[in-house]
């Protein structure tokens, strides 16, 4: 069993700390959201950038995020968001977690848990030789699927939403991650960047409904702030911008249960389950 979110860490300078870690008004809810993972006893816990805000600074992952999220850093696969970059080359986001973030001027990997292949990618496509069709990362993606084309499940998680209804909306980039993974069958994508949670009906690349696409989650709910309803998008199966928390999948070998746990003063939930290709 996974959990994962994503804009989580407030910066520890902030005038919007904490108060008693309960939060803010609509921000800071990192330690809440933590107790989840805490008590969850996840095998994995994946961000979904955007870790740390405001500028990814080690010295903030050392305190704030450390101190919230950090309570399971054992357990943390971690992607990297663009407050990361604010930093030049991400050092901070790399200095915290090391290896486990993959090398530091790529920051893609990949691993298996139990009969599940997951994937994590970089969407910081100026700072990583781009995201296109034949960039580093994309024909690495490709390698990668291949090398594991009889796995039945694989999930993918990086930080841009391909398709989002919230506030930034469908980041079109992210189209070459999104074909090379249907071209291969995957299940799940998971994304952050949208302050809010939304779940989409499976889809293909080209956002139409599809038994056999990919099904994807935008959790940007790890604690930072929230965003509302942009433009409703197609598919688009479930949404909400009020509340905190994370996304916990249960990994069947042929398919995958969610719910949306929300933290402490939430009450919106979300779950169900799907079937692996």
Known sequence: MIAAAGDIACAPYSTNIPNGDLGI???????PTSDLLVAGNYDAVLTLGDNQYLYGELAGFQ??????????????KPSAGNHEYYIPNATGYFGYFGAVAGDPTQGWYSFDLGSWHLIALNSNCDAVGGCGPGSPQEQWLRADLA??????????FWH???FSSGSHGNVATMD??????????ADVVLNGH???????????????AEPAGIREFVVGTGGFSHYGLGTLKANSESFDGSSFGILELTLRPTGYDWQYRPAAGATFTDSGHGDCH
């Open 176 to 185: 070459p991650f999104w074909r090379a993974l249907h071209d291969y069958g």
């Open 194 to 208: 949208d302050h809010n949670y939304e779940r989409f009906a499976p889809q293909n690349p080209d956002g139409v």
């Open 160 to 162: 841009y939403p391909r």
């Open 63 to 76: 305190t704030e995020f450390d101190r919230t999220w950090g309570r399971v850093k054992d357990r943390i």
């Open 147 to 156: 090398a594991h084309a009889t796995v039945k499940c694989t999930l993918a």
């Open 25 to 31: 008004g609509d921000r800071c809810y990192e330690k």
